[in-house]
């Protein structure tokens, strides 16, 4: 039995083949009872949408592509999650493509995406160096949106949504100097990367103003996964002894933890500890970490909303929207003995 078209779902609804289109793709011009008999009957036909075939007569295939650096992280499942329920809604499925971090995966990902004709493109950028971004390039050649998401490429000009991590860095190490913690480590990625450099902007802004002395051998540079904050930890420890550390984000921070904890050394009695994301589990840690809150649904919604206005306007402005971040106090850190 051949599987069902577009012209049985049309004769059961009693429609043309046109307003079925129509009703199926979330065109306007046909009424809201007509399309709703549309899309019940599609349902209980169990009816697919040939995608070539529509892409011949329309040039789009309703298809977002996305690419993640680490799926192991759940701040990114999450945000596949979130971004999946936004394409639904708005009638698009989505491609994902894991990336790694490695720039050559990457590559690969855009050239299957391009080959795929999926109408826009969603990413996030590797936090390793990444000298070539022809790739990207190519797209915008091909007039493929393109919308970065939690960071961004500086040779690319295309919108970006992320959150203002210079201030998330700044008012993490801020709170941590106005409790008592003068000797303060952070651990994070690549330095020739964007995202890196506005961290540690944040973070020696916050020094400048209180006053206290700082040491760049306090910002130690490794990857930015869980067995990155375990291995920058013991390199740290080898070489001073801080009263606070902080992560550019909660996975590494979990590896910090970890790394504290077969060394008998106490949190936050000894070493208070902070992370960056706000993890749902974060708050559920045997000792709950201090973080910075990332409005992940929000920065997804308007990832969304950037990539699909950018198909209906090509020659919209690339512009880069900064989230407010928020600090959130837990058992992680607290006031340090000299306050």
């Not at 970065?148 to 100097?177: E, H, Q, W």
């Not at 000797?183 to 890196?196: C, E, F, H, K």
């Not at 973070?203 to 291995?231: C, K, M």
Request: aromatic fraction near 8%; charged fraction near 20%.
């Amino acid at each position: 039995m051949s599987a069902p078209t577009i012209k049985d779902v049309a004769k059961t609804a009693g429609v043309s083949i046109g307003t079925a289109s129509m009703a199926l793709n979330g065109k306007p011009g046909i009424n809201e009872e007509t399309r709703a008999r549309v899309l019940e009957v599609a349902k209980s036909i169990s009816y697919k949408p040939n995608r070539y075939a529509r892409f011949l007569t329309s040039k789009c295939t309703n298809v977002i592509g996305l690419i993640i650096t680490d799926i192991t992280n759940p701040f990114f499942g999450n945000m596949i999650d979130l971004i999946q329920q936004e394409l639904t809604a708005c009638g698009y499925d989505i491609m994902l493509g894991i990336s790694k971090g490695n720039i050559s995966k990457e590559q690969k990902i855009v050239r299957k995406f391009i080959d795929l004709h999926v109408d826009g493109v969603i990413s996030v950028p590797s936090h390793n160096p990444t000298p070539d971004v022809s790739h990207y390039q190519e797209l915008q050649k091909l007039n493929i949106p393109i919308c970065f998401i939690t960071s961004y490429y500086a040779g690319i000009n295309a919108p970006c949504v992320m959150t203002d991590l210079s201030d998330g860095a700044y008012r993490l190490t801020k709170y941590m100097l106005e409790t008592g913690h003068h000797r303060i480590a952070y651990i994070v990625g690549d330095r020739t990367v964007p995202v890196s450099n506005l961290r540690v902007e944040g973070y020696l802004t916050a020094y400048r103003e209180s006053n206290f002395p700082v040491q760049l051998g306090w910002i130690v540079v490794d990857e930015v996964t869980f067995q990155g904050g375990y291995h920058a930890t013991e390199k740290i420890l080898d070489q001073f002894r801080p009263d606070a550390i902080l992560t550019v984000n909660d996975f590494m921070a979990m590896g910090v933890l970890k790394c504290l904890k077969e060394r008998g050394i106490r949190v936050p009695e000894d070493i208070s500890i902070a992370g960056y994301d706000d993890l749902l589990y974060t708050s559920l840690l045997e000792t709950s970490l201090t973080t910075v809150h990332q409005p992940v649904e929000q920065m997804c919604q308007r990832a969304v909303e950037t990539v699909l206005r950018q198909i209906k306007e090509p020659d919209g402005a690339s512009e880069k929207i900064l989230l407010k971040p928020e600090l959130v106090i837990r058992d992680s850190s607290c006031v340090h003995e000299s306050v």
